[in-house]
């Protein structure tokens, strides 16, 4: 393997543990902490959650903010990774994770704002019960933010798939999920604005499709990183 590859399949692999970084942090802060603390329909009970495990999810809005400080140099990489495939699109994927950083940042801090509503204790003007429910109306915030966000989750996955699909060294089949797994994701928002009746079917949706692509990509970059027999350049 010459140098040319050396280089690119030392990309790839950085991209991948970037990619897997992201993924677990982004799925503890987004759904596994949340899912143990907040109780559907019961307020009360899931105010008092959060005081009793406030380090745990103190520690899944670090998980957030950590999954996309790691998403930036995600697509940094990537960007180098696939440069010499197509500048454009390259560019096109940087553009949208950059974009999407500091929208997710705003919708993270709806968690900091209701954490500090029930910790505080500055709003003397309200009683428990209000207290309460103004945190959690906050975290319904951030959980609506969540889907809504998933337009440039979606979006920054079209090109990734286009510059796997046009690359020679990575199976085009991992661009063909890629590229589904971005539709799935405008699909859901689509359905939560216009038809949310139908949001937790499209939900569903986006958590198989995506998944798949987007694992199945992180593995391929860890394990192979690039068909070795390929003599695709990058700059250095």
């Excluded at 990309?11 to 802060?29: C, D, F, H, K, V």
């Excluded at 903010?65 to 440069?83: A, D, N, P």
């Excluded at 319904?140 to 998933?150: A, P, Q, T, W, Y």
């Amino acid at each position: 393997m010459n140098n040319t590859n050396i280089n690119l399949k030392t990309t790839a692999r950085i991209a991948g543990i970037l990619y897997l970084i992201n993924a677990i942090t982004a799925a503890i802060g987004i759904m596994v902490i949340p899912t143990k603390l907040i109780v559907p329909n019961d307020i009360t009970l899931s105010a008092q959650n959060i005081l009793s495990h406030e380090f745990l999810f103190r520690f899944g809005i670090f998980c957030s903010f950590m999954s996309q400080i790691v998403f930036v140099f995600l697509g940094l990489t990537l960007y180098k990774l696939f440069e010499n495939v197509s500048k454009q699109l390259s560019r096109t994927l940087l553009a949208l994770v950059i974009t999407s950083v500091p929208v997710a940042f705003f919708i993270i801090f709806y968690q900091v704002a209701a954490l500090s509503i029930l910790k505080e204790g500055f709003m003397t003007s309200f009683d428990q019960v209000q207290q309460y429910s103004l945190a959690m109306a906050n975290l319904k915030m951030f959980e609506n933010g969540i889907v809504l966000i998933g337009t440039f989750w979606g979006l920054w996955l079209i090109p990734f798939g286009q510059l796997v699909y046009k690359s020679d060294f990575i199976p085009k089949i991992f661009g063909v999920f890629l590229i589904a797994g971005g539709i799935c994701y405008l699909i859901d928002v689509t359905a939560f604005i216009l038809i949310p009746e139908f949001h937790k079917q499209t939900n569903i949706l986006v958590a198989l499709i995506s998944s798949i692509a987007e694992f199945s990509m992180v593995l391929w970059l860890l394990i192979k990183g690039i068909k070795s027999d390929k003599q695709t350049l990058i700059n250095q």
